[in-house]
């Protein structure tokens, strides 16, 4: 069956940096886009970054564009979130995603913290 578990996150100061990794396993990984994406507290979750099956291309959310950079390494099934210059709105529960056989798959999430 599909899983993704998500790792990396934790507290940073603002202006710090965090990797977070999702590790994918129960699918063909390299045939399928990936996403990340993000809740806050009290906030509908939402969409941070996505990546094509081959990572050649990439799109962002408006709010984090510059500052963080989505990546994936098919030969390991794993994609990353690599995101500088936090700043404190960027504290969420983050999220690995992929929609698979007319199905929304979910990792269990990585809390990210940024607060001085």
């Known amino acids: 069956q599909v899983q993704l578990v998500e790792s990396g996150g934790g507290l940073v100061q603002p202006g710090g940096s965090l990797r977070l990794s999702c590790a994918a396993s129960g699918f063909t990984f390299s045939n399928y886009v990936m996403s990340w994406y993000r809740q806050a507290p009290g906030k509908e979750r939402e969409l941070v970054a996505t990546?094509?099956?081959?990572?050649?291309?990439?799109n962002y959310a408006d709010s984090v564009k510059g500052r963080i950079t989505i990546s994936r390494d098919n030969a390991k099934n794993t994609v990353y979130l690599q995101m500088n210059s936090l700043k404190p709105e960027d504290t969420a529960v983050y999220y690995c995603?992929?929609?698979?056989?007319?199905?929304?798959?979910w990792g269990q999430g990585t809390q990210v913290t940024v607060s001085s």
């Open positions: 995603y992929v929609y698979y056989h007319w199905a929304n798959y």
């Open positions: 990546i094509s099956a081959t990572g050649v291309s990439t």
